[in-house]
């Protein structure tokens, strides 16, 4: 049959993937519901009222046909108000979002610089891109700048970083802000596992070190990870938002995005809007029970290990006390690593048994 060399030589590896099905009971960190939306019953309510009121409740075309619809449209006018950027536009996954700002962006003459640790959805179509693609050191502001001097360009700059770094937990540089102005460069911050969770008003890397939006700068969200539901917004100003609209073929080429998610992404949005103080006080409680073992200001705490075997059995002896964590191996790192994801569904004194659990475990 076919791929069965392939797939011998990955269970040597023990890099074969596989769908399982996890207890309720478990405790979770390991996924990206940091902010335990998914728990909501009383929104999911409000969102299913909010659909029902239409007289139809799935998308029926692509937005650039007949798709777009009255749900879209109010959440987009929503986001633009809340994170103070001039247009946006919905899209059906990150995944997608990132396929569109590679490939819609970057026209003849552009140079997008990218971070060596940048997201799969963004590297996957820079390989089309070509000599247009330069990597830079991760989270390494003067390397980039060391490349923008050297690599010519007879058209626009642009530059590609994460406001948190899902596999490591860091968070971007606040000098990449601006390099991106001092350069005339279009900065684009991947805000999947940011947007939510920093800053004073959970609003993501703009918000955690007090910068303005501003002409430059390009938001991608995520509406899984934080705010529980599913699909993906970018922000910007207007002529970039249109330009994408209209070019982007992993827009217009697809159905839009689902009401039902869009509906439950303004409805979990706006609880999280009324409710900030109190959602990043319990988010600074999780990253206080893990402190004594790991420091992180995002709320990924990684655990980087010499031996893949002996991560997976700390992950089983984690899941033995009822604590699911996440297992990363390659080609999602380079190195294996347990990936705790902070979330307050959990409450304090099961972060801080966590805690003292890995802390006995011989490393």
Not at 43 to 48: C, E, Q, R
């Amino acid at each position: 049959m076919f791929y069965i060399k392939e797939l011998e030589a990955m269970k040597k590896a023990n890099i074969v993937r596989s769908k399982q099905i996890y207890s309720h009971h478990l405790l979770d960190y390991a996924s990206n519901d940091y902010l335990g939306l998914s728990t909501h019953k009383d929104l999911l309510t409000l969102a299913f009222e909010k659909l029902s009121s239409y007289p139809y409740h799935s998308p029926i075309a692509s937005q650039a046909i007949n798709g777009y619809h009255p749900i879209h449209q109010e959440f987009e006018e929503f986001l633009k108000k809340y994170f103070g950027f001039e247009s946006a536009t919905l899209f059906g996954s990150g995944f997608l979002a990132n396929v569109a700002l590679f490939e819609t962006l970057v026209r003849k003459g552009d140079v997008i610089f990218v971070d060596e640790l940048y997201h799969a959805s963004g590297r996957l179509p820079a390989r089309l891109l070509g000599s247009q693609v330069v990597f830079f050191s991760h989270n390494n502001v003067q390397d980039l700048e060391e490349k923008i001097k050297t690599t010519p360009c007879k058209n626009r700059r642009l530059i590609a970083i994460e406001g948190v770094y899902s596999m490591d937990g860091d968070i971007a540089s606040k000098d990449f802000y601006a390099l991106a102005h001092t350069y005339n460069a279009l900065l684009i911050i991947d805000e999947a596992h940011s947007s939510g969770i920093l800053g004073k008003n959970l609003k993501g890397y703009l918000d955690f070190y007090s910068l303005p939006p501003t002409p430059h700068i390009i938001k991608l969200g995520t509406l899984s990870k934080a705010y529980g539901s599913y699909g993906a917004f970018v922000l910007a100003e207007k002529s970039v938002i249109d330009f994408l609209f209209t070019k982007a073929k992993s827009s217009i080429y697809t159905t839009a995005p689902s009401l039902f998610d869009i509906a439950l992404a303004h409805c979990n949005l706006a609880y999280l809007a009324s409710n900030t103080t109190t959602i990043s006080q319990k988010l600074q409680e999780q990253k206080q029970a893990l402190a004594p073992l790991i420091s992180t200001q995002s709320q990924l705490a990684i655990l980087p290990y010499k031996s893949q075997d002996l991560m997976l059995e700390h992950t089983q002896a984690l899941l033995s006390e009822g604590y699911l964590v996440g297992s990363i191996r390659k080609p999602t790192s380079q190195t294996p690593r347990i990936r705790i994801s902070l979330n307050i569904k959990n409450t304090q004194k099961q972060s801080e048994k966590l805690c003292k659990i890995l802390q006995n475990f011989d490393k």
